[in-house]
């Protein structure tokens, strides 16, 4: 089991910046990737970005240029820096882990609870 604690989150007004951090703890092994997805009130929840354990990223075309994920090993934390945030990033951040099951060719994913990120003037 992977548990998953966010924090960071708040208001800020639109052009401001944010770093939400995700700090894993338990059985942190076997990583495929680690990222960040949003649920806006009433949407799916979408991918913002994701580093996989050889580091490469992705992003949403949404965020491109202005999010940067990164990870802390010995912290066991990712972060997402938010910069020139908008209103409609407003939405609750979730971190995810996908883990490789031992002993498999199967993943499995885990959830933090998230954080509430509000973009407002």
């Known amino acids: 089991q992977v548990q998953l604690v966010e924090s960071g989150g708040g208001l800020v007004q639109p052009g401001g910046s944010l770093r939400l951090s995700c700090a894993a703890s338990?059985?942190?092994?076997?990583?495929?990737?680690v990222g960040w997805y949003r649920q806006a009130p009433g949407k799916q929840r979408e991918l913002v970005a994701t580093i996989t354990s050889g580091g490469s990223t992705n992003y949403a075309d949404s965020v491109k240029g202005r999010c940067t994920i990164s990870r802390d090993y010995a912290k066991n934390t990712v972060y997402l820096q938010m910069n020139s945030l908008k209103p409609e990033d407003t939405a609750v951040y979730y971190c995810?882990?996908?883990?490789?099951?031992?002993?498999?060719?199967?993943?499995?994913?885990?959830w933090g609870k998230g954080t509430l990120v509000t973009v407002s003037a």
């Open positions: 995810n882990v996908n883990q490789v099951v031992v002993g498999t060719s199967r993943f499995v994913d885990y």
């Open positions: 338990g059985s942190i092994f076997s990583i495929n990737a």
